[in-house]
């Protein structure tokens, strides 16, 4: 009966893993905040350091880890940076899935020997989301594995820590990787620190390898955060100010996920199996089965509590994936065996029916896109078949907001413009182009500053250029300044702040004489001399100035200071005084001279 138990297990990971590797492939792709890492990749890779823009330290990727994965894995023949992105997501899925089910069914089988059925794995790739984040680009595979091993580890100690010493310790430097995967799996990561130092009672060897293996590393890389760019997080959490609350917002949000699969249906099950074959555990058992729960429980809310996201489902994937650990696999009891085929009807019918949200891009305006499918958005939008997602950076280009841009970098690269603005020609249907604007003739730092383009999909448009363009969005992502922004108010989540156009053209070396059509001239120039003002200027300063060992200190104090709260407001006129605004109202370019705020791009 041992032999069938194990091959059970063994059968039931496999399937799992399948499962994992059929669903994603079959819904590979790549979207357009894939693409943003991808960038990031490759100034690495080209020795610029990992920035988005030569020159401009600003940590675009949440996930710390997943841009040295690709990056390391970039020297594979005949692979492009996106087929790397897409093959390790995917094999992270599988691993993250497999390392789920054969330690739901060793916990299970200490107290129900016998066979074993993946289940609430099959719950969690029903999901046509969960299918979808196995690639696009990001980061959601990584984070997959890592919780997938995490609780494989969490088993092992439970029912080997004091014979198997070495268990403890990998868990512990395990945690540790928590906060450079993700920010919020440092919540996992945290809890398992906590637990493994209870366990050691007060035995101090034990927990000086406890903490040796936990700290070094994410430590060492935090104060390389704060030294370098200045802040305590990724620049991703200051744009998306995830220190709000938006109760109503993310409940909507995560009900979004729930409703079209009904969903709740097996988590019901899930939760009733769970609770009822937990109270039957060990101890030691019922211990980490209670922290898995209570870190995807406590997840879920903080994805609530911030208001969710834009894309349909993403930020659900998580803490759901965790709050479904402790019955990845099930016994195969009798009440165990009609669960689980219940659960597979139901993700049969969720896999075969789709997920039709509704969505009609071109009958909904950019106020109305509040959460989307992000893959059929981009399907969509790129006039692409249905399940012919776009994979590669040059699929984008068939969009729309890409019209002329080849072309325009072009001209501007023969006119040393000072940057590229996008221009709407005509609508219905719309139809835009790239200009080059030209820029100022009077000699200032600001001449230090590449040619620049500023786009909310920041992806696409960095992706189809040469790392000598500087590409910024006016969300924040990227852009030190957008980020600041207040956040507005009843905007999309995610991209709820707005860099207004005379922040970003003063931001740049153009003549002020050109500006397009629509933007406030005055305004420009007042922008470009608040650039000057101290506490901007300590801002840029913070991302351009060349780093040195006295720019690493006062980064490092920046980061615990002004870079937690400081919000730049959207009228640069507060920054002024009234003999400078005098100065601007007679036509005086005031900011084109002043405290440095643009160093020398190399």
Not at 412 to 437: G, I, R, S
Not at 512 to 535: C, S
Request: glycine share 8%.
């Amino acid at each position: 009966m041992e032999k069938r138990a194990r091959l059970s297990l063994l059968i039931s990971a496999a399937a799992a893993g399948v499962f994992a590797f059929w669903g994603g492939w079959a819904r590979r792709w790549i979207s357009d905040d894939g693409l943003i890492v991808l960038r990031t990749v490759r100034n690495i890779l080209a020795g610029n350091g990992p920035v988005f823009n030569i020159g401009e330290r600003v940590e675009a990727n949440t996930s710390t880890l997943w841009q040295y994965l690709i990056a390391v894995f970039s020297w594979v023949p005949g692979l492009r940076l996106e087929d790397v992105a897409m093959w390790l997501a995917l094999i992270c899925t599988v691993v993250g899935v497999v390392a789920a089910v054969v330690a739901s069914g060793r916990l299970w089988q200490r107290v129900h020997p016998g066979l074993v059925a993946p289940f609430g794995v099959i719950i969690y790739l029903a999901l046509p989301p969960a299918r979808d984040f196995a690639t696009s680009g990001l980061e959601w595979g990584l984070s997959l594995a890592w919780i997938g091993v995490w609780w494989a580890l969490l088993v092992a100690w439970s029912q080997h820590s004091e014979r198997h010493p070495r268990t403890e310790v990998f868990l512990a430097f395990w945690a540790g990787l928590s906060w450079l995967v993700r920010p919020e799996l440092a919540l996992y990561g945290g809890l398992t620190g906590i637990v493994l130092l209870a366990a050691s009672r007060s035995d101090w060897r034990r927990i000086g390898k406890i903490l040796a293996a936990a700290l070094p590393v994410p430590a060492a890389y935090q104060i390389f955060r704060m030294g370098y760019y200045g802040l305590l997080t990724p620049h991703t959490a200051v744009a998306k100010s995830a220190s709000g609350s938006y109760w109503g917002t993310g409940a909507r949000y995560v009900w979004d996920t729930v409703s079209p699969y009904a969903l709740w249906a097996p988590l019901v099950i899930a939760a009733a199996l769970g609770v009822w074959w937990t109270l039957r555990l060990p101890s030691q058992e019922k211990l980490v089965t209670a922290l898995a729960l209570t870190c995807g429980v406590l997840h879920l809310l903080y994805v609530v509590r911030v208001g969710g996201d834009f894309m349909h489902g993403r930020m659900v994937l998580l803490p759901l994936f965790a709050i479904l650990l402790p019955v990845a696999a099930v016994p195969l009891t009798a009440v165990g065996s009609v669960a689980a085929i219940a659960v597979a009807l139901w993700a049969g019918i969720v896999v075969f029916r789709g997920h039709d949200l509704g969505f009609e891009p071109f009958e909904e305006g950019p106020e109305n896109l509040t959460i989307v499918d992000e893959r059929e958005f981009w399907t969509a939008v790129l006039l692409r078949e249905s399940g012919d997602p776009p994979r590669y950076a040059e699929d984008f280009l068939a969009s729309d907001l890409m019209g002329g841009w080849e072309q325009g970098l072009e001209r501007a690269a023969e006119e040393n413009a000072a940057a590229v603005n996008l221009v709407l020609l005509q609508k219905d249907p719309y139809v835009y182009t790239w200009e080059p604007l030209e820029r100022a003739k009077r000699d200032s730092d600001l001449q230090n500053i590449p040619t620049t383009a500023y786009l909310i999909n920041l992806g696409m448009v960095s992706a189809n250029s040469d790392l000598n363009v500087r590409v910024l969005d006016d969300v924040g992502l990227a852009t030190p300044l957008a980020a600041r922004q207040p956040r507005l108010e009843g905007g999309r989540i995610g991209h709820d702040k707005h860099l207004p156009a005379h922040w970003k053209f003063a931001d740049t070396a153009m003549d002020a004489e050109v500006a397009p059509w629509g933007v406030d001239k005055q305004k420009v120039l007042q922008a470009r001399a608040a650039l000057r003002t101290p506490e901007i200027a300590e801002l840029l300063a913070t991302s351009r100035e060349p780093m040195s060992a006295q720019r690493f200190l006062k980064n490092m104090k920046f980061s615990v200071t002004q870079g937690r709260t400081l919000q730049v407001s959207d009228d640069p006129a507060v920054y002024l005084d009234g003999e400078t605004l005098e100065r601007i109202s007679q036509g005086e370019d005031v900011g084109l001279a002043g405290q440095q705020v643009a160093w020398p791009v190399k």
